[in-house]
């Protein structure tokens, strides 16, 4: 079975400001990666489709959509938060992001591919119901997973964040939803700050302090994610995968290694196979060193693919 890989070239004319670190390079770091390592064209290419209104719908309310659509410059740039801004691609990008995770699920869960990964930005776990921040502006996971639940009348979705920033946009939309089980490990403290309290079956927040290397991350994904995730049966997995937890990264002070992310993509992968018929969506979030970002997230995919 084959692995999607979902992108679209406006993802890379979307910047928020010359030498941000949520950079454009990001996509073609990754791109250029799998091309080296001959995986990029065993890869089922597919271009992102825009989400549609009713897609924001089931994470973001009315106004907020507006908001982001009026706010939408032709030229120059609109600045939404500290460290989020629109230059007159990023409305088009975004929607592209949020529409992959749609079009990744519909994928997988045609059978046409066992999994997908999407490679968009702006990436998306920081954005709320109704507040675009760090760097986000719709909330991509959380919009896949309501999808498959809605479209594909899935009973349990779960979604695991392992980005070195908490998802507290995710959190934020699927907070009540009894259908899906969120998972996140996270540099505490760190941006973006607070979590809510762990709510089992629905929630397992899993705070890591300043300078967590391999082993206990390791331990601690295995002895908190992992039962909450076989406990909670996910008839599909959707990834928040950011790469900033990796030790050369210049925003978080985790110290994950390249294979770090081969173990985590394994037992994601080792939790969907017992599961949920192996049903993987994957989206980049973080990861602001591009020789990192380039070989973790290739890493990732490796494994989805099975390679
Ligand atoms: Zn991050």
């Not at 990029?40 to 982001?68: G, R």
């Not at 490679?119 to 309501?146: D, S, T, Y």
């Not at 949920?276 to 060193?289: C, F, P, Q, T, W």
Request: glycine fraction near 8%; aromatic fraction near 6%; charge should be negative.
């Amino acid at each position: 079975m084959a692995t999607a890989l979902i992108s679209h070239s406006v993802c890379v004319q979307h910047e928020i400001s010359p030498g941000h670190p949520e950079c454009p390079e990001r996509i073609a770091a990754i791109a250029d990666q799998l091309k080296r390592e001959g995986l990029y064209d065993h890869l089922i290419h597919h271009e992102a489709p825009t989400a549609s209104t009713e897609h924001l719908l089931l994470a973001h309310p009315e106004s907020y959509i507006e908001l982001i659509n009026t706010h939408a410059p032709s030229s120059g740039s609109v600045q939404l938060d500290a460290d989020t801004s629109m230059n007159p691609h990023t409305l088009n990008a975004a929607l592209r992001g949020a529409g992959a995770g749609v079009f990744a699920v519909d994928q997988v869960m045609s059978g046409d591919v066992e999994n997908a990964f999407c490679l968009v930005r702006p990436p998306g776990h920081h954005a709320e119901k109704g507040q675009a921040m760090g760097f986000c502006f719709f909330g991509n996971v959380a919009i896949a997973a309501k999808h498959a639940i809605n479209t594909h009348n899935l009973e349990r979705v779960a979604i695991v964040d392992f980005d070195v920033h908490h998802g507290n946009g995710t959190e934020d939309i699927v907070e009540g939803d009894a259908n899906i089980l969120f998972c996140s490990s996270f540099e505490s403290p760190l941006y973006p700050g607070g979590y809510r309290a762990n709510v089992e079956g629905q929630r397992v927040n899993l705070p890591l302090s300043s300078g967590t290397g391999s082993d206990e991350f390791r331990s601690a994904i295995s002895s908190t994610w992992l039962p909450a995730l076989h406990s909670f049966r996910p008839q599909m997995i959707i990834v928040s995968a950011g790469f900033d937890a990796h030790a050369d990264d210049p925003l978080a002070n985790l110290q994950l290694q390249d294979d770090d992310y081969v173990w985590i993509t394994q037992q994601i992968m080792d939790v969907a196979d017992q599961h949920a018929n192996s049903r993987i969506v994957s989206m980049l979030e973080g990861g602001y060193d591009l020789p990192a970002l380039a070989r973790s997230g290739a890493a990732h995919i490796k494994q989805l693919m099975r390679a």
